[in-house]
Nanobody
Framework: QLQLVESGGGLVQPGGSLRLSCAAS????????TGWFRQAPGKEREGVSC????????YYADSVKGRFTISRDNAKNTVYLQMNSLKPEDTGVYYC???????????????????????WGQGTLVTVSE
């Protein structure tokens, strides 16, 4: 069955770094758009970063551009999110999700619709605090 499992979350101080992993099973991520999404209490879910199928073009939300980097290791069938210079406002549950690229991947990242992003992980909690 199609599954995604996130890992790497935890408590980190402001200015610190974390690397999140999204491991896929039952399908090949290289053929899918894969994205990272986050949700903090009292706030709407937002698309953080996405990577396209194939050549791996990337998209970043303005709030994380220059600080976060998304990448894919095809051999490991895993997508990563390297998060540097973390801020308290980065706190939240981070989810990865994937879907076939039948819509431009940037739109998939922004819309976050399960119509297109059909596989979701259970999330990993990132807390940025002293």
């Amino acid at each position: 069955q199609l599954q995604l499992v996130e890992s790497g979350g935890g408590l980190v101080q402001p200015g610190g770094s974390l690397r999140l992993s999204c491991a896929a099973s039952g399908f090949t991520l290289n053929y899918y758009v894969t994205g990272w999404f986050r949700q903090a209490p009292g706030k709407e879910r937002e698309g953080v970063s996405c990577i396209s199928s194939g050549n791996g073009s990337t998209y970043y939300a303005d709030s994380v551009k220059g600080r976060f980097t998304i990448s894919r290791d095809n051999a490991k069938n895993t997508v990563y999110l390297q998060m540097n210079s973390l801020k308290p406002e980065d706190t939240g549950v981070y989810y990865c999700a994937a879907g076939l690229e039948i819509t431009p991947f940037q739109a998939m990242c922004v819309m976050m619709s399960k119509r297109y992003l059909e596989v979701w992980g259970q999330g990993t909690l990132v807390t940025v605090s002293e």
